[in-house]
């Protein structure tokens, strides 16, 4: 007899719990089975009716709360005990026809999992509208840009917001996608090697809401956790999305950048949490911290998987079961790390006038000077870039601001590579007002009003697209469900029938 010690270690506390929110999905993908088994003639009507009726009243036990897992069988095998004790040994040991435990179990977490991708990703969406009510609320908003941690080139919060809804939004792609490649029904593969039983592998998939059969069952059982794992590279890049809008977040909010305020639903003073117990005057952004080392804690899951799948041999191997706990871990930490990052969005100030006044004294519109000086003078950038960055060089060693450039030293350090400039004063003024060099970056994605304001558009365009497909999966989940409830009722309709 298995000892009671390797029975917790196979049939885990944590892989129970798991198991348990798969309840659902194992019934329905059981009573999509005994509806084939019926319908191929493999079992009766009669007996399928008995199983299916079975299902019904463990349905209700388990929305009531009251199914439990035995530790000793397993999932699959208590929900197997449920089903004879309920219709009989004689139709309740048929449920099992043509299927094993390995089928069973990958299709269970296939149909759960497609629910749990979905809710993630209109979870992103909602945290995805949020950034783009921040960018419109800051189109004209002047903030300092960075490249190697130094003032690069001024942006806006516009484009900062931006910046992060395209990485966030790949990942909602990233997460449909999933759902397409695995659009596949499994049942049928039993262990791995198919069956001599005459089952309808095609019928079973459209009561599933599967688009296709898996067609060979060695692939479908031996490929069990790469939804889980390619899930998790999803979550993965999310986590560093999460990570680095933190960091940014993090560094914005400090007295000496002071770019912005975090709001008090997310860091108070005085606050048991986020208030410092000796320093008063403290707002600490715990929350941000944390969001920060979730991306670490998915990528951890992401390297765990790869490394526990890459080792296995084909076939059905119980190894692949732990892809559950990690994809369990990633997806709580991606899921609250969305919906904190929703509360921080939702609620941070941003300071106008700081950001603009540290783009006026941290030289970053040198780069804006030099583009303007060469497009009117004509000379090369590069030879411009030299011009310029003399210039440049030379107020900060006398600590000026840039906006004491003047033309005439333009001029002096132009005519050391013999060439003029032949600019007016009042232009060169132009393009060192921040708004004013924004604004001639007309291109397509550039800063300048215009260019951000049709930006948007089409960026709200590829959300409400990312939006419609992933209700599209939704829609033919419950449509395959209305389907399923319709063909039992007629299965219990036709026992009924012969009973009276």
């Known amino acids: 007899m298995v000892s009671k010690t390797v029975s917790q270690f196979v049939v885990s506390p944590q892989q129970m719990q798991l198991d348990l929110k798969m309840v659902a999905a194992d019934i329905w993908g059981t009573q999509a089975h005994v509806l084939m088994l019926q319908r191929t003639k493999i079992i009766s009507q009669k007996c399928a009716a008995d199983i299916l009726q079975a299902l019904a009243e463990i349905a209700r036990m388990h929305g009531a709360g009251e199914f439990r897992i035995d530790p000793a069988r397993g999932a699959q095998l208590t929900l197997e005990k449920e089903i004879v004790e309920r219709a009989g040994e004689r139709s309740g040991l048929s449920a099992h026809t043509a299927r094993s435990r390995n089928d069973q179990v990958m299709v269970t977490e296939l149909l759960f999992l497609r629910e749990e991708v979905c809710g993630l990703a209109k979870q992103l969406e909602k945290t995805l509208r949020q950034l783009l009510v921040l ?30 809804f395209g990485g966030l939004l790949r990942v909602h792609e990233a997460l449909t996608g999933i759902l397409d490649r695995y659009d596949f029904s499994p049942l049928g593969a039993v262990e791995s090697f198919g069956t001599s039983w005459p089952i309808d592998r095609e019928y079973v998939a459209s009561l599933l809401g599967f688009s296709e059969v898996w067609e060979i069952p060695l692939d479908a059982i031996s490929h069990r956790g790469f939804f889980q794992y390619e899930l998790l590279q999803a979550l993965s890049l999310g986590g560093i999305e999460l990570s680095k809008i933190a960091t940014d977040t993090l560094q914005y909010a400090t007295f000496e950048y002071g770019f912005l305020e975090l709001g008090n639903s997310v860091a108070q003073r005085l606050h048991p949490i986020t208030g410092s117990s000796v320093m008063a005057q403290k707002k600490n952004p715990d929350a941000l911290e944390l969001l920060r080392a979730s991306g670490n804690q998915i990528a951890g899951s992401l390297v765990a998987g790869f490394e526990l799948l890459s080792g296995l041999p084909s076939g059905y191997n119980r190894d692949s079961r732990e892809l559950k706990e990690y994809v369990e871990l990633g997806s709580r930490k991606f899921l609250s790390g969305l919906e904190v990052l929703f509360e921080v969005l939702s609620t941070v100030t941003f300071r106008r006038e700081r950001m603009e006044e540290l783009v006026r004294a941290n030289y970053s519109l040198t780069t804006d000077i030099a583009d303007y000086v060469s497009q009117e003078s004509g000379l090369p950038y590069r030879l411009v870039y030299k011009i310029v960055g003399k210039a440049v060089d030379e107020l900060m060693e006398k600590g000026l601001s840039l906006e004491k450039l003047r033309l005439d030293r333009l001029e002096h350090f132009a005519a050391e590579h013999d060439v003029s400039l032949s600019l007016q004063e009042d232009s060169l003024k132009a393009v060192l007002r921040p708004k004013e060099a924004l604004a001639r970056r007309v291109h397509r994605g550039g800063a300048a009003p215009e260019s951000t304001r049709a930006s948007l558009k089409r960026l709200e365009a590829r959300l409400a697209a990312a939006e419609e497909k992933r209700k599209g999966f939704l829609e033919r989940i419950a449509e395959a469900r209305e389907r399923t409830s319709r063909e039992i009722a007629q299965v219990l309709g036709r026992r009924e029938g012969e009973d009276s």
């Open 135 to 164: 960018a419109e609320e800051h189109v004209e908003w002047v903030m300092p840009g960075y490249t190697h941690m130094q003032p690069g080139k001024p942006t806006t919060v516009a484009h900062w917001a931006l910046g992060y």
